[in-house]
T-cell receptor, first 113, second 118 residues
């Protein structure tokens, strides 16, 4: 499983766009990039997953450059409720490895009023 | 959507006793579930893979005799912390893969269970 590196923490203000970048220099050809969100005392929640270029859903966008050695999670117009820890994971599609996930340190996002 | 539920949400036990945490897939069958442990301000650490009808697979450094895992049915996995000590106090989280291949890229996590050993 590819090792990931994320900033330990980030601060933002309500209404701003937040971009969290994850480095994964050793990503393999078959690896996907997945982001999870975790609130205190809760299990992680799936945010978005992608393989290349750009993926967008109702919650966030994921930008992946051509070399796939990094990825950026973009949260548009954050609110106080977006304060959480965000994890970047890299690995083969879940159904090929049964769902085993290895979490890195994550990025603690603090949104201020 | 698919839901994974844990019980209890929190438990306090005396040192030396055993405590069981349940993980249920509520509307789908999960042949494989996963157990994680998370200490405050730290990331999730995978403890073991729970396989229905067979022995669990433990990650390196996790004591299988201390953390007993049983996956007796397709919707239930249990984690029993035996002879608990204060250092076992932690947040325990389970997860399961989505029910079909089309949704199989999604892993569903339980709400987590706080264990405090006094």
């Amino acid at each position: 499983l590819a090792k990931t590196t994320q900033p330990i923490s980030m601060d933002s203000y309500e209404g701003q766009e937040v971009n969290i970048t994850c480095s994964h220099n050793n990503i393999a050809t078959n690896d996907y990039i997945t982001w999870y969100q975790q609130f205190p005392s809760q299990g992680p929640r799936f945010i978005i997953q992608g393989y290349k270029t750009k993926v967008t859903n109702e919650v966030a966008s994921l930008f992946i450059p051509a070399d796939r050695k990094s990825s950026t999670l973009s949260l548009p117009r954050v609110s106080l409720s977006d304060t959480a820890v965000y994890y970047c994971l890299v690995g083969v599609p879940i159904y090929n490895q049964g769902g085993k996930l290895i979490f890195g340190q994550g990025t603690e996002l603090s949104v201020k009023p | 959507g698919a839901v994974v539920s844990q019980h209890p949400s929190w438990v306090i036990c005396k040192s030396g006793t055993s405590v069981k945490i349940e993980c249920r897939s509520l509307d789908f069958q999960a042949t494989t579930m996963f157990w994680y442990r998370q200490f405050p301000k730290q990331s999730l650490m995978l403890m073991a893979t729970s396989n229905e009808g067979s022995k669990a697979t433990y990650e390196q450094g996790v004591e299988k005799d201390k953390f007993l895992i049983n996956h007796a049915s397709l919707t239930l996995s249990t984690l029993t912390v035996t002879s608990a000590h204060p250092e076992d106090s932690s947040f325990y989280i389970c997860s399961a893969r989505g029910p079909t291949k089309s949704s199989g890229n999604t892993i569903y996590f339980g709400e987590g269970s706080w264990l405090t050993v006094v």
